[in-house]
């Protein structure tokens, strides 16, 4: 069967290692590239900043995004980019701010360096953005025809970086295995690729539930151990790599349909993406009536305190329930759990949470 995949598995160049951002400018030169933008979060920048080399044949000049990948601050940066004659781009923060840096290249058409704080999305291996209104609204992703050129990750910079990131990369990553799983297994003969897809979400989820508590208790101590470092490549490379290899059957079903429904609601919009897309997880489970997973996950997501009631992301009576459904039914990729879901099975999966997690206790959390 011909599933016309279209594979971008991994960036063309990547090392994730003690020092290795002081190869940035040598790494630049190597691709005979001398006028770099650097487009960074302002706390991104400041965090990054001491591993950075001292840059002598490169011109770097900084941008400091806005805080969203929205059209317009991509537009208004790749008009920058062409003026100053810029011919290499470097992204430096979190998810939004890598997903802004591709966003640009593809604009513009140039190479990217991206360097991540941040170990919350695969954002730095995934050859996508996703785009956002100035409000923080999603809008849609935009998937590019191409994988980004270098990925350098410096572990002590995201070791230093708040515990509440990789909890949120550790339920964004968990996603995976379920998303891509509830649109693979039931292929008669899936490709090679997916069969790679497929296998990389399921480690996702084996790893995370077993590397991701002691991860961050490591990372709450500030240590630097090989669990730490398996779980932040487990958010950034296998993550990238379900969607790399999966394409459409990688990338998002369930989880993140519930994501974006709830970015419509702005009394949400402290939430990290990560945070929404768990309570997302167990929305899906819901849909698929998938109950002795929801218990089994409930236990870890408590220790992690990820959001798991209505009241934990912020919505308050029926209407908003009623709201949530609606807006997650105009996300097509909900259909790709069930293609005959409607509003109330969303409604009545929203409320058989509710009532299982009542009855979980509450064991110690990290904070």
């Keep these: 069967m011909d599933y016309k995949l279209s594979v971008r598995g991994a960036p063309q160049f990547y090392q994730c290692r003690n020092g290795i951002l002081q190869e940035l400018e040598s790494l630049i030169i190597q691709r005979k590239k001398y006028r770099a933008l650097v487009i960074h979060g302002k706390k991104s920048f400041e965090a990054a900043r001491a591993y950075l080399p001292k840059f002598n044949a490169v011109l770097m000049e900084k941008w400091e995004y806005n805080g969203e990948c929205s059209l317009e601050e991509i537009r208004k940066i790749s008009r920058f980019y062409k003026q100053g004659y810029f011919d290499i781009i470097i992204g430096i923060g979190g998810g939004k701010v890598l997903d802004l840096a591709k966003a640009v290249s593809h604009e ?68 995976k295995w379920y998303e ?83 970015t419509e609601f702005p009394c949400t919009h402290h939430l990290l993406h990560g945070e929404k ?47 949530l459904a609606t807006y997650a039914m105009n996300n097509h990729s909900l259909k790709l759990v069930d293609e005959n879901i409607n509003e109330d099975r969303v409604i009545n999966a929203l409320t058989n949470i509710e009532s299982i997690v009542r009855i979980k206790t ?6």
Aim: hydrophobic share 45%; proline share 6%; aromatic share 8%.
């Design 108 to 175: 513009v058409k140039g190479p990217t360096v991206l360097i991540p704080t941040l170990a919350s999305t695969c954002a730095a291996w995934t050859p996508l953005s996703v785009i956002y209104s100035k409000e923080g609204k999603f809008l849609y992703y935009e998937v590019y025809p191409q994988s980004t050129d270098i990925v350098l990750v410096e572990p002590e910079v995201i070791l230093s970086s708040p515990v509440k990131y990789l909890k949120a990369g550790i339920a964004d990553t968990l996603a």
């Design 180 to 262: 891509a799983d509830v649109m693979i297994r039931n292929l008669n003969v899936p490709p090679v690729p997916l069969l790679v897809a497929h296998h990389s979400a399921r480690l996702c989820k084996d790893l995370l539930l077993e590397k991701g508590i002691k991860s961050l208790e490591d990372m709450k101590n500030r240590k630097l151990t090989s669990n730490f470092v398996s779980v932040i490549e487990t958010n950034m490379i296998l993550g990238g790599m379900v969607g790399g290899f999966g394409d459409e059957y990688g990338r998002v079903s369930g989880a993140h349909a519930i994501h974006n429904a709830l």
């Design 277 to 323: 897309v768990a309570y997302g997880i167990l929305v899906q489970l819901a849909i698929e009536e998938q109950w002795t997973e929801i218990e089994r996950l409930l236990p870890f997501y408590e220790k992690l305190s990820l959001p798991k009631s209505f009241k934990e992301i912020g919505l308050t009576n029926e209407i908003d329930i009623k709201q």
């Design 362 to 367: 509450n064991p110690i959390i990290i904070k």
